[in-house]
Each structure stands twice: as structure tokens, then as C-alpha cells.
């Protein structure tokens, strides 16, 4: 018995044979996986670090020394401290991405105050982070006790922030006053339209009235 075995279809074909292990195409092909993986490895691993530092940097997070393979001077290093600037600001970006200019003012001012106290970058970052929940919160809560309930419209005190209504009251008069200055443009044209069906009813009704006139006069000739 050979300690190759071949098959019809591919005779290039090599089995694993106990006594003689796999064929040299298997080891050239884990060979060539092993050093392909290596070489993602030593490709990615300084790049990963680098923009790590970087990351760190961009957040104002204190480092006894760079870790071992960070370059400062990679791209690496520069977009992930792009990344690290940019990242205490992504409540803000969420909040405006959806529309929600109440969120987006707690956002803001939960990051000022994360920079004041935690100073720029990770404090920042938390302050914007929790800015929303915290502030909307303390809002609601002090909403209770000045009469505020979200379902009523017009629960609370007239409370407005420049253009922003603070309180459902002051939506509700703000929504009004704009409802009001729409009818003020749209009356001219309801009138107008009014008086053009009015004049058409009264010009049917003349003709009407001229025709039974008419049946009359004509009903009453003997002739």
C-alpha cells in the first residue's frame, strides 16, 4: 500500500496519511496563514497604539509615557487624537442630528460645566454626557412643584428662553399667537371667496326671480 493515496478526479490530491503527516502543499499553505497573520499583526499593532495615544492625548488624559510602539508623528496618532478632541461633543451631535434643541442646550451646558470642574477632554466628556439626563431631570423635578404636568398644555407659568418655551403653557400661548397670525393672513382670502359666492348666489337668484316673473306676466295673458 502506498503511503500516498490519489483520487480519480484530482490525482494531485493528497490524503493525511498517519505515517507520513500532510502533504508539503498543506505545510506551504499553514506556513503562508501563519505569516500572513503575522504580517497583519505588525501592520495593525503600531497603528492601534499610535492612534490609542493619540485618542488619550485628544482627551487631555495624563500619560507617564507613551506606551511602547506609539509614533506621534503617524497619521495614526493624529486622527485618533482628532478623535479624542471630538469625542466629548457627541451627546451635543446626537441631540442635534435629532432635532432636540432642549437636549442639545443641556448637552452644551453639561459640558461647560464637565470643563470647569473636570477640566477639558474627559471632563468635558462626561459633562456633556450626563448634562441631558441630569439637567432634564432637575427640570421635571422642579416642574412639579411650580404646577407643570407635560399632558396638560396649559399647566405651568408663562417661562420662555429667548424663542424656546420652557413650559407647556408657554408652548401652548406660542403656538396660538401664530395660529392667530396666520387667520389674520388668511382672512382677506376667505372674504374674498365669500364674496365672490355670495355675488353668484345673488346673480342666480335675480335669474330666477326675472323667469318666474316672466311665467307670470305670460300665465296671465288671455291672449
Do not use: C
Not at 404636568?149 to 403653557?169: E, V
Request: glycine content about 16%; aromatic content about 8%.
Amino acid at each position: 500500500m502506498v503511503n500516498t493515496l490519489s483520487t480519480i478526479r484530482n490525482p494531485n490530491f493528497t490524503y493525511y496519511n498517519p505515517q507520513q503527516g500532510f502533504g508539503p502543499g498543506v505545510h506551504d499553505f499553514v506556513y503562508n496563514m501563519g505569516m500572513g497573520a503575522g504580517n497583519v499583526y505588525n501592520w495593525t499593532q503600531p497603528r492601534v497604539v499610535s492612534a490609542y495615544a493619540g485618542m488619550r492625548q485628544g482627551l487631555n488624559v495624563p500619560m507617564a509615557k507613551l506606551p511602547v510602539g506609539a509614533n506621534v508623528a503617524s497619521k495614526a496618532f493624529r486622527y485618533g487624537k482628532l478623535g479624542g478632541a471630538a469625542l466629548p461633543w457627541l451627546p451635543v451631535a446626537g441631540n442635534v442630528l435629532e432635532g432636540d434643541l432642549g437636549g442639545v442646550g443641556a448637552s452644551l451646558a453639561g459640558g461647560a460645566i464637565g470643563t470647569l470642574i473636570g477640566g477639558p477632554g474627559l471632563g468635558t466628556a462626561i459633562g456633556a454626557t450626563l448634562g441631558e439626563p441630569v439637567i432634564k431631570g432637575g427640570i421635571n423635578l422642579a416642574g412639579r412643584f411650580v404646577g407643570i404636568n407635560p399632558n396638560n398644555p396649559l399647566s405651568g407659568p408663562d417661562w420662555s428662553l429667548g424663542p424656546l418655551a420652557l413650559t407647556p403653557y408657554a408652548r401652548t400661548k406660542k403656538q396660538t399667537k401664530k395660529a392667530v397670525e396666520l387667520a389674520k393672513l388668511q382672512m382677506p382670502l376667505y372674504d374674498e371667496i365669500a364674496d365672490k359666492d355670495l355675488r353668484r348666489q345673488q346673480s342666480l337668484q335675480a335669474l330666477a326671480d326675472a323667469g318666474a316673473l316672466i311665467r307670470g306676466v305670460y300665465a296671465s295673458n288671455p291672449y
